[in-house]
């Protein structure tokens, strides 16, 4: 089955910083990804999301470019602010006849002032 | 527009006994998903619903089950409960056959004692 790497595990930043946050997925018929960001006690939010037919997706200071040769995608936050800190999940889906996503194991960001 | 419900938010329960967990998605979704999250094994992939139908289940022993309602609430669950059950059990629903865009409930923190 498929299988997400994601790193680091922690990223500690300045405010004003940019942050990246990188996967690489195992099944090369995964062919959406998402990524969603869970603060504190709360649900976890979709906040980007790219499909295996474009390389690159951006949303105001979000970024998520795929390389699907090398089997992997990053997240790219510029301008980092104190909100954006999170723990933040990237998951890899083949949206064929029924739909799963395979999570990474998070990546705790910290915007320090 | 409604959110993705999931009741109750919390249970405890004691080794040995069921627990039924429920989920109303968002009106129009007819693809709900569930998924486990704990610190150790992060976001685990549970079932998944489209119409009535589990298309997609995830490795998860016999004792966890689920269902789908014509009007696409969804319910599952748990028998025979076990310490290590104690999770934030997730819902989530998208609009997608394909599952693009999933939406998270808010989660029901099960602990099992």
């Known amino acids: 089955g498929e299988n997400v790497e994601q790193h680091p595990s922690t990223l500690s930043v300045q405010e004003g910083d940019s942050a990246v946050i990188k996967c690489t997925y195992s099944?090369?018929?995964?062919?959406?990804f998402p990524w969603y960001k869970q603060e504190l006690g709360k649900r976890p939010q979709l906040i980007i999301d790219?499909?295996?037919?474009?390389g690159e997706k951006k949303d105001q200071r979000i970024a998520v470019t795929l390389n699907k040769t090398a089997k992997h995608f990053s997240l790219h936050i510029t301008e980092t602010q104190p909100e954006d800190s999170a723990v933040y999940f990237c998951?890899?889906?083949?949206?064929?006849?029924?739909?799963?996503?395979?999570f990474g194991t998070g990546t705790r960001l910290q915007v320090t002032l | 527009k409604a959110g993705v419900t999931q009741t109750p938010r919390y249970l405890i329960k004691t080794r040995g006994q069921q627990v039924t967990l429920s989920c109303s998605p968002i009106s129009g979704h007819r693809s709900v998903s569930w998924y486990q999250q704990t610190p150790g094994q992060g976001l685990q992939f549970l079932f998944e619903y489209f119409s009535e139908t589990q298309r997609n289940k995830g490795n998860f022993p016999g004792r966890f089950s689920g269902r789908q309602f014509s009007n696409s609430r969804s319910e599952m669950n748990v028998s025979t409960l076990e310490l290590g059950d104690s999770a934030l059990y997730l819902c989530?629903?998208?609009?997608?056959?394909?599952?693009?865009?999933?939406?998270f409930g808010s989660g029901t923190r099960l602990t099992v004692v």
């Open positions: 099944d090369s018929a995964s062919n959406y």
């Open positions: 790219i499909r295996s037919n474009v």
């Open positions: 998951a890899a889906s083949y949206t064929g006849t029924a739909s799963k996503l395979t």
């Open positions: 989530a629903s998208s609009l997608s056959r394909a599952g693009y865009g999933y939406t």
